[in-house]
């Protein structure tokens, strides 16, 4: 049995997409300041980041901390004074300072 012996008369041409891909151009140096006079400057060394900070740690306010946090802003409010009413916003959040003043036991 004799296979592909059917003739095609198909034109040949030549692919315009080879499979290989474009040559990349080599990466691009990062240019130095130049001064007035023409002489590449030396730059300055990065600095070290400083560490971010740990987390401050918060208690959980109780609804009824909540509701005379609530309080105090209303009356921080009405009566114009800022001061109070941002102790009110930190009673409600919890950012007080309520609880963490702890005394440690001294030994005799």
């Known amino acids: 049995m004799a296979y592909n012996t059917r003739s095609t008369t198909r034109a ?50 109780s609804i009824g901390d909540k509701l005379i946090g609530a ?5 921080g409010t009405i009566t114009g004074r800022p001061g109070v009413k941002a102790a009110g916003t930190k009673k409600m959040r919890g950012t007080d300072g309520k609880g963490s003043h702890r005394r440690t036991r001294s030994s005799r």
């Open 12 to 61: 040949t041409t030549t692919p315009t997409n080879t499979g290989r891909k474009a040559p990349r151009a080599p990466p691009k140096t990062p240019k130095k300041p130049v001064t007035a006079t023409g002489r590449i400057t030396k730059s300055s060394p990065t600095k070290k980041k400083t560490p971010t900070p740990a987390t401050h740690h918060k208690r959980k306010p």
């Open 71 to 75: 309080a105090m802003k209303v009356e």
